[in-house]
C-alpha cells in the first residue's frame, strides 16, 4: 500500500527545523495489522478533515482517546500540543511534533486527551467535572461504578482564568 504524497512527510516542527529529519511513512512499517497502519487508513478518509475543522472552530472541545490523539498528529493537525495517547506511542507522537505527556488525562485547553482506553472513563468524567462541577462528576461516577486514577495533567497559563460551565471562575 503507498500512502498519498501529503501523508510521506511530517511538515510540522520547531522553527528552524527538527535537530533530526522529520518521519516520513517509511519510518513506520506498513505491515498489515500494525497499529500504525490502522491508524494510517483513518488518514486516507475524511476524518483528517473533519478534525481540523472541529480544532479550529471557536468553543469546540476535541477529546481523543488511545490512539486517536496519533491520527490527530499523524495528520500534522496538532504539532506544539500537549496531547497524551498510549504509553506504547509517546514516542510517534513526539516525532509528529506533538508534545507527548505521560499521563492518564492532559488538559490543553479545547484539546483533552486520555492515555489508554480505560482512561476514557476518567476523560469522560473530567469533561463532566469541568463543565458542570465535582458534584455531578462524583454523581456519574457513582452511577459509573467507577473509580477514576491519577491526575488530570494541564499546562498553567496565566492569562486564562479558570473556567467552570463556560463561565470564568475569575473576573
Keep these: 500500500m503507498r500512502w498519498p504524497a501529503a501523508f510521506r512527510v511530517c511538515r510540522c516542527g520547531p522553527p528552524g527545523g527538527w535537530t533530526r529529519p522529520a518521519p516520513t511513512w517509511s519510518s513506520f512499517p ?26 479550529g472552530r471557536e468553543g469546540v472541545t476535541v477529546a481523543t482517546v488511545c490512539g486517536g490523539s496519533l491520527i490527530l498528529a499523524m495528520a500534522g493537525l496538532i504539532p506544539g500540543r500537549h496531547v497524551t495517547g498510549h504509553h506504547m506511542g509517546l514516542d510517534t507522537l513526539s516525532a509528529f511534533g506533538a508534545v ?27 469533561l463532566v467535572e469541568r463543565d458542570f462541577g465535582p458534584h455531578v462528576a462524583r454523581d ?17 497559563r496565566p492569562s486564562t482564568p ?10
Design 140 to 156: 456519574v461516577e457513582r452511577l459509573f461504578a467507577h473509580e477514576r486514577r491519577g491526575v488530570v495533567w494541564r499546562e498553567r
Design 162 to 171: 479558570p473556567v467552570h460551565a463556560g463561565r470564568p471562575l475569575i473576573g
Design 30 to 55: 506498513e505491515r498489515p495489522g500494525t497499529v500504525t497502519a490502522r491508524l494510517g487508513r483513518a488518514l486516507a478518509t475524511g476524518l483528517p478533515g473533519l478534525m481540523g475543522e472541529a480544532l
Design 100 to 126: 507527548a505527556v505521560d499521563a492518564r488525562v492532559v488538559d490543553d485547553g479545547d484539546l483533552v486527551s486520555g492515555a489508554g482506553v480505560t482512561s476514557g472513563l476518567d476523560l469522560g468524567l473530567y
